[in-house]
């Protein structure tokens, strides 16, 4: 059974006694006890011993538990008969549990008696103990306890501590060391911390020190993963024969050299001086120094697999019971190295976040690096100052928080930022393959790969394989660095998503060349009476353009030759401009491999037959690429043509809710999968199979006026019930 410690708190430098010592007065009081006890105050110590501050050696009381609870370090010294006396084990019971609750640090000696005897309660523990009421509880505390590292003294044996001052010595040191080790600065409110560490420590194994246990912190820039780090090394840190934090690994071996970092871990954990030329000159030497020792090695913002190999490169460089723990934003890396124990840092939640603000900004109550920017910027300020700093936070995130976050971006190459700033400014909260198609189409080739980098890099996120999602502070990043690219004329950047800017260029045509991707769904904007048409002329590079929202008082008279990918939603014109369909044509043949949804572009409530007649844009036969056509919700969509029923690409064909169309085409669709008739109030008819589909898997047509199929319905052949 293991033992592990609290996650509340490292040692605590505020304790009324930094040891208290448990021990069978019959036993060892006048002779070890009395030494020791002597020995550590000298030092210093301030030593808890109960007959010499509760005059008399008291029952188990509440002063006893206190004086237990108020002490930072036990040691329990296990003699031969510590198991006959209800009072030690009680003693015992308390003191494990401050271990487990408290985070208080016990380091056991076994005088005279087998460690493995207490562990397992046999031999002279099993004799005594066996007898004892409260038997349960007692069993636990001496199995825990005896599992933790401890010393063993054997009188007259001539191996290690065979004299009493010389184990007495040792253990004074290591308290020493222990209470004068200065914890690391976690954070001035750490909210949120304690369920983080818990489910760390329980990774880590602690209480095993079978071979060595590596696990990795993975999150985005600014989550609190060097934080959450820090605390775990204050928490366990007293556990092991050596410590070493090597804090930025990769700001410093950029900096500094790989060689730099080695000569730190070797200097922390073994004393070691020395300066190396090479990396390859700390491999042998890290391996040889370290292998024997019990070693806690925390690597903070690691960001290449170099870094581990000349660190850490195998476990087995470290002793049994050795712990390592990895920060980075590249969940990747971890998997490379062979680390499978891997902690993904969330944000805080709702609750936490507020709590953290409140203290930030008001000093009154208890984050994330970037919040606790936000807060101490609004800290002292005024009603009027918060809301129009809240207000610049809503366009212009703040410049630390943006140095913050920007470290993962940096390190994206061209083409992977390029994707980037697309989800960013464009598709956060988009299905994951409506993203990946319009990408593709965008980019003329696939970018699976591009988003599996974003999501290790911890940039993005896939919520239930399904929607593409980006932290808020992350997005704002990203769209303040394509803001950026012109801060006062919006026409001059690569990608427009926010609607007054949009507007702006469209109406006063302001728009350049550099304009690539236009998405426009604000949730009101004012009607475009004033624009001429004209706008998308200048714009030579635009490859995708999204029209979900607005009201435009006439059609583009033009569109450029680099479109690709096109959804316009209550597009205001009768018909499709002849010189895009001529122009998609040659786009579709030079680029032969396209995604585009709804390309066909997706026509409203506000137009007759006329307006969606296929005959004035000469029938659709010259998009033979098109893979998705939707007429959803066009109501007064009455006939379709015919052209429709041959696009041998097609896959998903939907009609759904248009509530005035009769009849629909035969059908020649050998890769269609979803046809979707749904709510189709009009239709009293299926359409004509006109040869085997074998691909399709899927039909709806509820709320139909269909009341049969034709005899080619069998045609259907990948349809399974």
Known sequence: MSLQRSPSSSFSYGFTYDVFLSFRGTDTRFHFIGHLYKALCDCGIRTFIDDKELHGGEEITPSLVKAIEDSGIAIPVFSINYATSSFCLDELVHIVDC????????LPIFYEVDPSHVRHQTGSYGAYIGNMERLRKWKIALNQAANLSGHHFNLGCLHNNSYEYELIGKMVQEVSNKINRPPLHVADYPVGLQSRLLQVNS??????????????????????????????????????????????????ATKHGLQNLQEKLLSETVGLAIKLGHVSEGIPIIQQRLRQKKVILILDDVDELKQLQAIIGEPNWLGHGSKVIVTTRDKHLLSCHGIERIYVVDGLKEEEA????RWMAFKSNKIEPTLE?????????????WE?????????PHGHVQKILRVSFDCLDEEEQSVFLDITCCFNGCRLAEVEDKLHAHYGHCIKNHVGVLVNKSLIKIIRSTVVRLHDLIEDMGKEIVRQESVKEAGERTRLWFDKDIVHVLKENTETSKIEMIYL???SIEVLRDWNGKAFKKMKNLK????????FSKGSRYFPSSLRVLEWQRYPSECIPFSLLNKASEIYSYFPIMYTDKFNLI??????????NFYLCRNVSCLPNLENISFTNCVNLITVHNSIGFLNKLEILSAQSCVKLTSFPPLQLTSLKILNLSHCKSLRSFPDILCKMENIQNIQICETLIEGFPVSFQNLTGLHY
Request: charged letters at 15%; one cysteine or more.
């Open 99 to 106: 271990f487990k609750t408290k985070g208080h640090l016990i």
């Open 388 to 396: 129009s700093t809240l207000a610049k936070y809503e366009r212009i």
């Open 373 to 385: 920017v936000v807060g101490s910027h609004l800290f002292g300020k005024c009603i009027a100052e």
């Open 354 to 357: 507020l709590e953290l603000f």
């Open 603 to 612: 026509y409203s409530f506000n137009f007759y037959l006329y307006v969606f």
């Open 521 to 523: 769904n604000g949730p």
């Open 544 to 551: 995708t353009l999204i029209i979900k929202s607005g009201h």
């Open 203 to 252: 990774l880590l194994n602690i209480g095993y020190d079978d071979g060595v246990c590596m696990v990795g912190i993975y999150g985005i820039g600014g989550i609190g993963k060097s934080t959450l780090a820090r605390a775990i090394y204050n928490l366990i840190g007293d556990q092991f024969e050596s410590l070493c934090f090597l804090h930025n690994v990769r700001e410093n």
